[in-house]
């Protein structure tokens, strides 16, 4: 070999010890082209605030609901995009109706003070159709025969420590909101799945309110709940949630092969949902613009999944029902975005030691970017469980911002929590993570249950 060739191949070797091999110069450079075109522009967050301007309260199954299916239908075919929909099935629904609630404070030998406190209907359970009357009592021990037939005072934080409905005999339950400014709230943090079975009625009033009502009831006072109105569960909605596929190119079957991110759709009625999950879907949105943008095509198909039911739990798992054995194989990976409105800052592996280096690889182009949380541990919701039972190797990304239980579910959720640099890191760090596995040379381990 002459030296001017081995003098080539030397500096060959140098080159690929300090930059990488072609295909990692190739796959950085792709990432640096996400990041240019992610914060050239403050699209997103426009979008995202016209998305909750216009379809506030998604509850599943409602007008809003329905709107936002054809936002983001239009938003993919706008793209180019392979627009498709999940299987049809119906969901109950759930609209929320009208609470008057009102305090009878009795003191011997004086008259009753009657006093209106603001109050909101929890979902899924019954409304009153007649105006109720019944004492009031602080939370007796569970089972507790004091608590039938009466309307029983209780925390948000006492119910979601609940394993299964506690006061199944009583008349109604009063949660105490537990959020700042005097916010009424429902969701699924304040105890909503406790009470898919009994059923009670069940309404939401603030601390303030709670407050004075149990220092009426540690004064002695005879404490007396006059209540009617409520929310209506309604016979269920067809739905079919949106998904929009970036079609894979690659050779031996690598194009039927699927990265998949979950998008919670919906949201409940008190506020527009911008946390929960109006955020995501711009966040989602974006990344599939930037991904778009590319010159190169993935490897495998990307499929961004907008899920109605969320809420409720049930978009993850809808999806993951309706997948035939075959089609659950065909999903190789992917991430779920559980909401907040912040910078993405990692992954919850679930445990999964086996995945940590690979997820890390995912991230490594955005580590500057505040992307470097990858570790063990669960999702925040849970929203990946029903993939993983699949044994698709899905992982809920690490989402900074506002605490969701305090948000989600009330006036709160509003647009003006979410900043426009926070939306464009997330999309940027999104679809950098997105591509990696698209075009990754191996799948990652099926996920074991």
């Keep these: 070999m002459s030296p001017s060739s081995i003098g080539f191949r030397c500096a060959c070797t140098a080159w690929v010890a300090l930059l990488g091999s072609p295909a990692q110069v190739r796959a950085q450079g792709t990432a640096d082209e996400i990041r240019r075109t992610a914060f050239a522009s403050e699209h997103v967050h426009a979008e995202f605030v016209e998305f909750c301007d216009e379809h506030p309260a998604r509850l599943t199954g409602s007008a809003a609901h329905a709107g936002a299916v054809a936002f983001v239908r239009a938003a993919g075919e706008a793209l180019g995009l392979r627009v498709v929909a999940s299987p049809l099935r119906v969901e109950q629904t759930w609209e929320r109706g009208p609470v008057s609630l009102e305090v009878i404070l009795s003191k011997t030998g004086e008259e009753p003070l009657r006093v209106v406190m603001p109050a909101v209907a929890s979902p899924w359970t019954p409304g009153l159709l007649d105006a109720v009357e019944v004492p009031l009592r602080a939370p007796p021990a569970e089972g507790d025969e ?48 406790p009470f898919r079975e009994g059923p009670v009625p069940t309404a939401h009033i603030s601390s303030p309110d709670a407050a004075f009502l149990r220092r009426r009831l540690v004064a002695g006072d005879r404490v007396t709940i006059r209540v009617s109105g409520g929310g209506r569960c309604g016979t269920g909605a067809f739905l079919a949630d949106p998904c929009v596929d970036l079609v894979g190119v690659g050779a031996d079957g690598k194009s039927d092969e699927v990265v998949l991110v979950a998008v919670g759709l919906d949201s409940w009625d008190l506020g527009p949902g911008a946390l929960a999950d109006g955020a995501g879907v711009a966040v989602a949105l974006q990344a599939l613009r930037l991904l778009r943008s590319l010159e190169r095509r993935p490897q495998r198909t990307i499929r961004f999944a907008f899920l109605g039911g969320q809420a409720q739990g049930l978009g993850t798992k809808a999806y993951a029902a309706a997948l035939s054995a075959e089609d659950a194989a065909r999903h190789v990976g992917g991430f779920a975005l559980e909401g907040g409105g912040g910078r993405i800052l990692g992954l919850a592996l679930d445990g999964s030691e086996e995945h940590m280096e690979l997820a890390e690889g995912w991230f490594e182009p955005v580590r500057d970017l505040g992307a470097v949380d990858v570790g063990y541990r669960g999702s925040r919701t849970g929203m990946p469980a029903a993939l993983q039972a699949r044994g698709i190797p899905c992982f809920a990304l690490v989402v900074e911002g506002p605490d969701l239980p305090l948000v989600s579910g009330t006036r709160a959720d509003v647009p003006e929590l979410v900043d426009v640099h926070d939306l464009q890191q997330a999309a940027c760090v999104l679809a950098t993570a997105v591509w990696r596995l698209a075009n990754a040379p191996e799948a990652p381990p099926r996920f074991r249950r």
Aim: charged letters at 20%.
């Design 146 to 193: 004091a608590a039938r037939e009466r309307a029983v005072l209780i925390s948000a934080r006492e119910l979601r420590s609940s394993t299964q409905h506690p006061y199944p005999d009583a008349a109604l339950i009063l949660v105490d909101s537990e959020r700042p400014h005097a916010l009424l709230a429902t969701g699924t943090a304040s105890g909503v799945p």
